[in-house]
């Protein structure tokens, strides 16, 4: 059984800061990519961050030079640092994580969700 823990969500004034975490347990075996999305009511969930094991990144464009994603595979965990937050970054974040089980990059896949913490930056 695979377990996603997220914190770090929270209140925060235009401007200010804030680290979001998720930690991955189970039976993972390789974790090929991690990331952050977003969602706010009545919209679709959008890819905030991605890192893969190689190191690559992807940022969507409104939070590039302001976001920054990072992790630590030792501890299966990745973070989200948010800084000069915008009201329009009010929304509920989700961790999710892609990989495999196995050795081999045809092993079976699997796509876990977080359940979600929720950021809200007021103006």
């Known amino acids: 059984q695979v377990q996603l823990v997220e914190s770090g969500g929270g209140l925060v004034q235009t401007g200010g800061s804030l680290t979001l975490s998720c930690e991955a347990s189970?039976?993972?075996?390789?974790?090929?990519?991690m990331a952050w999305y977003r969602q706010t009511p009545g919209k679709q969930r959008e890819l905030v961050a991605s890192?893969?094991?190689?190191?690559?990144?992807n940022y969507v464009d409104s939070v590039k030079g302001r976001f920054t994603i990072s992790r630590d595979n030792a501890k299966n965990t990745v973070y989200l640092r948010m800084n000069s937050l915008k009201p329009e970054d009010t929304a509920v974040y989700y961790c999710?994580?892609?990989?495999?089980?196995?050795?081999?990059?045809?092993?079976?896949?699997?796509?876990?969700w977080g359940q979600g913490t929720q950021v809200t930056v007021s103006s």
């Open positions: 189970g039976s993972l075996f390789v974790i090929n990519t």
């Open positions: 890192l893969t094991r190689t190191g690559a990144t």
């Open positions: 999710n994580i892609k990989g495999w089980r196995g050795v081999a990059v045809a092993s079976p896949k699997y796509d876990y």
